[in-house]
Each structure stands twice: as C-alpha cells, then as structure tokens.
C-alpha cells in the first residue's frame, strides 16, 4: 500500500516521524500566563505541510487539547499562522522557537499533570505522533511548571462543572493547602498578592520609592514620541511602570473593584468560533438562498484584508462584492474598515452618519460610527456610549457574538474611556481581556489604549512633581 492510500490519520500514525520537522512556534507570554499554544510542523517533500497544535496548561492540567492538520500547502499554512497573530485567529503572538523547547514544554507538562491525576485530552493520542519519541534523544531544557512548586488551577466561572472535578482530584492527591486555586477574574489580584508576599514588589508607600519611580518614568517619558521612532523596545517597560503609577497612586481599592464589576457585566456573552455571525453578514435582511456563497466571499475578503490592506486589489474585492452582492451589509462593513487603514477613522464620519440613518440596527456600522463621533467631537460636554448600544442589549437578546462583532465593539469602549479620560473602566478592560478574551486585543488596539494610559499617567506624574516643589 502506497502513502497515497493511507488516511491522514494513519499517514500520522505511522508515517509522521518519517517527515523532517519544520518551524515549530509558541505564543511569547507562556511563562507568563502559563498557557503555552504549540504548533509543530512536519514537511512534505513537496512544500505542504503537515502541523500539530497542543494546549498545554503548565501549571496544573497539562495538554488539555490538542488536535492535528494534514497535508496543507505551505501558503495556506504561512496564512493560518498569520491569522493567529490578527483578530481572525485567536489575538496570541506566536514565535518561532526550537522544537526542543515545545518537546520539553509539552512533555514535562503532561508527566507534571501527571502525577496529580490529571492525563493529556484524548486527541493527544493522534497529535502526539507528530511528535519526537520523548526519550534522551531530546536534550532536557529548564522548564518550570506549577507554581511555587504546587499546582495551580485556574478556574473558569463559566465552567463549574470542571471546577469542581479539577478540586475534587487535587484534594485527594494533594490535601488541602498544598495546591492554589483562583477564578479567572480574579487571577490578576492573586498573582500581584504573591509577588508581593514575596517581596518581589517594591514598598510603594516609602516616600524615596515614590520619588524615584515618578522622576524615573517621568525620565523615559520625557520625549516619548521619539522614544517610540527609536527605541520601541522600550515601551513596554515604560507601559508596566505607568500600570504600577497608576494602581498604586491613582486609583484605590474600591474604584478598581467597582470598574472590574463594571467591565465584567458588559463582557457577559460567549463569543462563537464563526468569523462572521449571520447577523454581522446579513443584518436584519431575509437570509439570501446563496448565503454559504456570501459567507466564504465575506471570509476570504477579510482574510485578504489582512494580509494586503494596503494594497489596491483589496479595495478593488470589495467594491466587486459590493455591487456583486446589493444590499448586504457585511461588504460595507469591510469597505469602511479598508477605508478607515488607508485614511483613518475620523473622515468616515458622515459617510458613516448617512448608513446609521439608513441601517440603525446594524451593530457593526453603528460601532464604527461611535468611534468616529467620538474622535469627531471632543469639545461636547456629554459624549458617553449610553447602554442601548452595550452589545447585549443592542443585539436583542443574544448571548454569542462571532470574534469580529465582539472586536469592534470592544474597540468602541476603548475610544470611549480614553476620549472620556475613564482610565481606570480602559485598565480594567484591558485586564479582563487579557485573562478572558484574548481574541479580542489586536495589536492596533493594543497600542491605542496602552499609549493613552501612559499620557495619562505621565501628566498625573508631572502635576504630582509640580504640587512637591511648591
């Protein structure tokens, strides 16, 4: 029997170690967050590639999922690993990194899980086949797993039932006191708690401390858009210590708690794995016969989008769809979203105006419009997103939302609090995201709501210097 007659999952089986490995990648935060994402390749001789994906969770349940893709060309595959890095995938910033890393990631991982009970998701079974044999063929790399030498277990709210199996398993194999538990919501508290019971965190309250962390931030901030042109690298640094400024001396305890709360009931949906909903496609018109037609058109115009925004055929796609396909909305939508990365959102503002007037339940123009209105209109007084728009509401009812409405939304909250100067409800967002909806933090607003917090924190730091001389 050929290759050619073997099924991919047999071909995987039984002939996946025969392919060379390719690049393998890793998200950049995994020591942070203790989720590492994997993708291991394996290459055909003629380009395709054949690539595993692993959830690996280090401090506590090991790979809880995995699954496998086969035999893919290698464009197709630069693209989905492109799509992990936008909106359109899952929002994480992969890296190519040595497969002797991901080996030891993986593999101490599950052999961690282990021992508290806990076994690779059954999809490892066939994924892990794309795998090296994990013997002492692979050089031992420094890989820690748990934390503080206990397992931590990072419990989803939305999921009690895994909760209380998970607990269930470490008090039996570990006995109470002896393994950490904290809600998702919660994470970010516990792990600046620790950090602190360890000394890690300096004394804030110490006038010196003070002194020296403001001057010093105020030092790095001093030509910040010439910071950004030559020594981007460094901005990062400059945005962990305005997060420091900020929660230490700008806000207290009970604003934090009441802006978490806030953030908390206007992220109280599920988002669906769809990259466009039928409501984001067709809006509140009759279903066409040909929509899985439009669906793909729609899909593939994004995809583009992303890979050649600047580029003319891009523009020239949609306007072809446009008239190709009257009156569905999702094209005009991706028209104003081409628009807007060639010329900026602002000078989309009555183009925009005019199809809220036309479409007013149409939630994604309706989102574009408020960015635009509020980028537009900075000297009215009361210039706040009222709760109709809030996406439960405006959507009538639904609890899912595909990636690309929940996106634009959160972009709309974000131009929201930082036009408003509501710094503390843009952290705190920024916050959740970061531990409950990756997908939805794109570089672009990343960047956005990251340079306004610094602009905030450092005129709060001039005004603090100012009011200490006098």
């Given at each position: 029997?050929t290759?050619?007659?073997?099924s991919?999952e047999k071909?995987?089986r039984?002939?996946?170690?025969?392919?060379?490995?390719?690049p393998c990648?890793v998200?950049?935060?995994?020591?942070l967050?203790?989720?590492?994402?994997?993708?291991?390749t394996?290459?055909?001789i003629?380009g395709?590639?054949?690539?595993?994906?692993?959830?690996?969770?280090?401090?506590?349940?090991?790979?809880f999922?995995s699954h496998?893709t086969?035999?893919?060309p290698g464009?197709e595959?630069?693209?989905?690993i492109d799509d992990?890095?936008t909106t359109q995938?899952?929002?994480y910033?992969l890296?190519i990194?040595?497969y002797?890393?991901?080996?030891?990631?993986?593999?101490?991982?599950v052999?961690?899980?282990s021992?508290?009970?806990?076994?690779?998701?059954?999809s490892?079974?066939?994924?892990?086949?794309?795998?090296?044999e994990?013997?002492?063929?692979?050089?031992l790399?420094d890989?820690?797993?748990?934390?503080?030498?206990?397992?931590l277990y990072?419990s989803?709210v939305?999921?009690?039932?895994?909760?209380?199996r998970?607990i269930?398993?470490?008090?039996?194999?570990?006995?109470?006191?002896n393994?950490?538990?904290?809600?998702?919501r919660e994470?970010a508290?516990f792990?600046i708690?620790e950090?602190?019971?360890?000394?890690?965190i300096?004394?804030?309250q110490?006038?010196?401390v003070?002194?020296?962390?403001i001057g010093?931030?105020?030092k790095?901030?001093?030509?910040l858009q010439k910071?950004l042109n030559t020594?981007s690298d460094?901005?990062?640094?400059?945005?962990?210590?305005?997060?420091?400024i900020?929660y230490?001396?700008m806000v207290?305890?009970?604003?934090?708690?009441?802006?978490?709360?806030t953030?908390?009931?206007?992220?109280d949906?599920?988002?669906s794995?769809?990259?466009?909903?039928?409501?984001?496609?067709?809006?509140s018109s009759?279903?066409p016969?040909n929509r899985?037609?439009?669906?793909?058109a729609?899909?593939?115009a994004w995809r583009?989008?992303?890979r050649e925004?600047?580029?003319e055929?891009?523009s020239?796609?949609?306007?072809?769809l446009?008239?190709k396909?009257?009156?569905?909305?999702?094209?005009?939508?991706l028209?104003f979203?081409?628009?807007e990365?060639k010329s900026?959102m602002?000078?989309?503002?009555?183009?925009l105006e005019q199809?809220?007037?036309?479409h007013p339940?149409?939630?994604?123009?309706v989102?574009?419009f408020?960015?635009?209105?509020l980028?537009?209109?900075?000297d009215?007084a009361e210039r706040k997103m009222g709760?109709?728009i809030?996406?439960?509401v405006a959507g009538k009812?639904r609890s899912?939302?595909c990636?690309?409405?929940a996106?634009?939304?959160?972009?709309?909250?974000?131009?929201?609090?930082?036009v408003?100067?509501?710094?503390i409800?843009?952290q705190?967002q920024n916050?959740?995201?970061?531990f409950?909806?990756?997908?939805?933090a794109p570089?672009?607003?990343i960047f956005?709501?990251?340079?306004a917090q610094?602009?905030?924190?450092?005129?709060w730091?001039?005004?603090w210097?100012k009011?200490?001389?006098e």
């Amino acid at each position: 029997m050929t290759s050619q007659a073997l099924s991919p999952e047999k071909y995987i089986r039984t002939r996946a170690k025969t392919l060379p490995i390719g690049p393998c990648y890793v998200n950049d935060d995994w020591k942070l967050t203790g989720i590492a994402r994997i993708t291991v390749t394996r290459m055909h001789i003629n380009g395709n590639v054949t690539f595993g994906n692993y959830l690996v969770d280090l401090y506590c349940l090991g790979v809880f999922d995995s699954h496998w893709t086969f035999n893919i060309p290698g464009p197709e595959f630069r693209e989905y690993i492109d799509d992990q890095n936008t909106t359109q995938g899952l929002g994480y910033k992969l890296t190519i990194t040595e497969y002797v890393l991901v080996h030891n990631i993986i593999y101490g991982a599950v052999e961690f899980a282990s021992d508290f009970g806990f076994h690779p998701h059954k999809s490892f079974e066939v994924a892990s086949r794309l795998l090296e044999e994990d013997d002492e063929c692979i050089p031992l790399t420094d890989v820690e797993f748990g934390f503080k030498g206990k397992p931590l277990y990072l419990s989803n709210v939305k999921n009690p039932y895994e909760k209380n199996r998970v607990i269930s398993q470490l008090e039996k194999c570990c006995g109470s006191g002896n393994y950490y538990t904290v809600d998702d919501r919660e994470a970010a508290a516990f792990f600046i708690k620790e950090a602190k019971a360890d000394g890690n965190i300096p004394d804030y309250q110490n006038p010196k401390v003070k002194q020296d962390l403001i001057g010093d931030f105020l030092k790095h901030t001093k030509n910040l858009q010439k910071t950004l042109n030559t020594k981007s690298d460094s901005f990062s640094e400059i945005c962990e210590r305005s997060v420091e400024i900020f929660y230490e001396y700008m806000v207290n305890d009970e604003e934090q708690f009441k802006a978490s709360e806030t953030i908390r009931s206007l992220y109280d949906f599920t988002i669906s794995k769809e990259v466009f909903s039928d409501e984001m496609l067709f809006g509140s018109s009759r279903k066409p016969e040909n929509r899985s037609e439009i669906r793909k058109a729609a899909e593939e115009a994004w995809r583009q989008m992303g890979r050649e925004a600047e580029d003319e055929a891009a523009s020239n796609n949609i306007k072809r769809l446009i008239q190709k396909y009257p009156g569905i909305p999702i094209f005009r939508y991706l028209d104003f979203r081409l628009r807007e990365f060639k010329s900026g959102m602002k000078g989309l503002l009555n183009d925009l105006e005019q199809y809220v007037i036309q479409h007013p339940d149409y939630l994604p123009v309706v989102y574009l419009f408020t960015i635009s209105w509020l980028m537009n209109r900075p000297d009215k007084a009361e210039r706040k997103m009222g709760e109709s728009i809030h996406l439960k509401v405006a959507g009538k009812g639904r609890s899912s939302f595909c990636l690309a409405e929940a996106a634009v939304y959160t972009e709309a909250l974000s131009t929201n609090y930082i036009v408003n100067q509501e710094f503390i409800l843009l952290q705190e967002q920024n916050t959740y995201l970061e531990f409950n909806m990756p997908a939805l933090a794109p570089d672009r607003l990343i960047f956005m709501t990251k340079l306004a917090q610094v602009i905030n924190v450092r005129d709060w730091c001039e005004n603090w210097m100012k009011n200490q001389s006098e």
